[in-house]
């Protein structure tokens, strides 16, 4: 279609198209020649080869690294407000024909990158909507994208919830508040299998409560009859209290934050296992350590922990991070023991995770086998394309 104004134009440097060509959606500031035109943050933008043949369509912002997010790779391809409402009703659509995840069961229903939608993610919690908007761009479009939403949801409210450093990394200053509608006065119910627990939309992390995990926890309790457990990092108790309701002989749930424990202990009483579930508050690797000094051991040891690299920058520590507490977690966890480890940073693969693992049986001189290598629901899909958004790895190995 013809612009009634040229684009500004996104010029790349000699051999850095074949990423563009691949489709994925990020091109970084180190691949731009030079920009054409006058362009502001948040702008639409086409951009060309360095022989100036037109490869997409995106958005620009001039103080992230991710310098432009690309939508469209059809040159001709206008990013109008009819292509955010083809791209939220086609995400909307692939949720609705996914098995046992009819309304209103929480799911993720706007999966960023992975539903070409680059920066948004949306989550449904019964009668609510929680939005995380990592790029500028799309901020700027938020109220065209939440008509949209509101249309074909009908929440009760809406809530915006952010994540740390996003303003340094986007230029985007924005806090936690009510969107549309109404909050809910609480914590909200949901189910998650058998079990039930309260997620607080407002103040939890994430968007109040680890959706993608809900497969891996049922999984993972099927390992747990008899079993002592060690859930290291157990937010709200997601693994810990699957285990104990599948028959673990005990747990314990690890988290450094008292009002995350909290609402842990209450969803203990509300689905009946608080007899066989004790809580510690401590940091995962201080915690780990006082157990092996101490001389305690497990059967079974869960490590969850958050996202230890944001950037490609912080990959070399999230490798060491993840090497320090699984080795930790094998100083505690009984020959024959089970061990699920789990990793959220799409910036580490699944083989660099096995890597650090091979370096850990290595180091301790215990075997690892692999049992199950699980990631995450078909409500979080994976663009191949994208790499990054096969970010969830759960391993269930078995340590001699």
Same mark, same amino acid.
Request: proline share 6%.
């Given at each position: 279609?013809?612009?009634a104004?040229?684009l500004?134009?996104?010029?790349?440097?000699?051999?850095?198209?074949?990423?563009?060509?691949?489709?994925?959606?990020w091109?970084?500031?180190?691949?731009?020649?030079?920009?054409?035109?006058?362009?502001?943050?948040g702008?639409?933008?086409?951009?060309?080869?360095?022989?100036?043949?037109?490869?997409?369509r995106?958005?620009?912002?001039?103080?992230?690294?991710?310098?432009?997010?690309l939508?469209?790779?059809?040159?001709? %391809?206008?990013?109008?407000?009819?292509?955010?409402?083809?791209?939220v009703?086609?995400?909307?659509?692939?949720?609705?024909?996914i098995?046992?995840?009819?309304?209103?069961?929480?799911?993720?229903?706007?999966?960023?990158?992975a539903?070409?939608?680059?920066?948004?993610?949306?989550?449904?919690?019964?009668?609510?909507?929680?939005?995380?908007?990592?790029?500028?761009?799309?901020?700027?479009?938020?109220?065209?994208?939440?008509?949209? =939403?509101?249309?074909?949801?009908?929440?009760?409210?809406?809530?915006?919830?952010?994540?740390? &450093?996003?303003?340094?990394?986007?230029? =985007?200053?924005?806090?936690?508040?009510?969107?549309?509608?109404?909050?809910?006065?609480?914590?909200?119910?949901?189910?998650d &299998?058998?079990?039930?627990?309260q997620a607080? =939309?407002?103040?939890?992390?994430?968007?109040?409560?680890?959706?993608d995990?809900?497969?891996?926890?049922?999984?993972v309790?099927?390992?747990?009859?008899?079993?002592?457990?060690?859930?290291?990092?157990?937010?709200?108790?997601?693994?810990?209290?699957?285990?104990?309701?599948?028959?673990?002989?005990?747990?314990?749930?690890?988290?450094?934050?008292?009002?995350?424990?909290?609402?842990?202990?209450e969803?203990?009483?509300?689905?009946?296992?608080?007899?066989?579930?004790?809580?510690?508050?401590?940091?995962?690797?201080?915690?780990?350590?006082?157990?092996?000094?101490?001389?305690?051991?497990?059967?079974?040891?869960?490590?969850?922990?958050?996202?230890?690299?944001?950037?490609?920058?912080?990959?070399?520590?999230?490798?060491?991070?993840?090497?320090? =507490?699984?080795?930790?977690?094998?100083?505690?966890?009984?020959?024959?023991?089970?061990?699920?480890?789990?990793?959220?940073?799409?910036?580490?693969?699944?083989?660099?995770f096995?890597?650090?693992?091979?370096?850990?049986?290595?180091?301790?001189?215990?075997?690892?086998?692999?049992?199950?290598?699980?990631g995450?629901?078909?409500?979080?899909?994976?663009?191949?394309?994208?790499?990054? %958004?096969?970010?969830?790895?759960?391993?269930?190995?078995?340590?001699?």
């Open positions: 279609m013809s612009e104004h040229p500004p134009r996104v010029i790349l440097r000699k051999g850095r198209a074949r990423p563009l060509e691949g489709r994925h959606p091109l970084f500031s180190g691949s731009i020649h030079r920009v054409e035109g006058s362009v502001s943050d702008d639409e933008v086409l951009v060309v080869d360095a022989g100036g043949t037109p490869l997409a995106g958005l620009f912002n001039g103080r992230s690294q991710i310098r432009v997010r939508y469209a790779w059809d040159p001709e %391809t206008s990013l109008d407000e009819s292509f955010w409402s083809e791209r009703e086609r995400a909307l659509a692939v949720r609705d024909r098995p046992g995840l009819a309304r209103p069961l929480p799911a993720r229903l706007v999966f960023s990158e539903d070409g939608l680059s920066g948004l993610t949306v989550d449904r919690y019964d009668r609510w909507l929680v939005v995380q908007v990592t790029s500028l761009a799309l901020h700027r479009r938020l109220p065209h994208l939440l008509d949209l =939403l509101e249309e074909a949801e009908r929440p009760e409210g809406i809530l915006l919830r952010t994540e740390k &450093g996003i303003g340094e990394e986007e230029g =985007l200053e924005i806090r936690d508040h009510l969107l549309r509608g109404k909050a809910p006065e609480g914590p909200v119910l949901l189910p &299998g058998d079990l039930r627990f607080d =939309l407002r103040t939890g992390q994430k968007t109040g409560f680890y959706l995990q809900r497969e891996n926890r049922r999984r309790a099927a390992w747990g009859e008899g079993r002592r457990v060690a859930d290291v990092c157990c937010y709200t108790g997601g693994f810990g209290l699957h285990l104990a309701r599948a028959g673990a002989r005990s747990v314990v749930g690890v988290d450094v934050s008292a009002s995350t424990l909290e609402l842990a202990r969803n203990a009483r509300l689905n009946e296992v608080e007899d066989r579930v004790s809580w510690a508050k401590s940091d995962a690797f201080r915690w780990l350590e006082g157990e092996a000094e101490a001389g305690r051991r497990y059967d079974l040891v869960v490590l969850d922990p958050p996202r230890f690299a944001r950037s490609k920058r912080g990959v070399a520590g999230a490798l060491r991070g993840y090497a320090r =507490l699984n080795e930790g977690a094998l100083r505690i966890l009984e020959p024959g023991g089970i061990l699920v480890t789990c990793s959220c940073t799409g910036r580490v693969s699944r083989d660099e096995l890597q650090v693992l091979a370096g850990v049986s290595e180091r301790t001189g215990r075997r690892l086998r692999l049992l199950e290598s699980r995450q629901p078909p409500d979080h899909p994976v663009d191949p394309s994208c790499p990054e %958004t096969a970010y969830l790895k759960c391993l269930i190995l078995k340590a001699e």
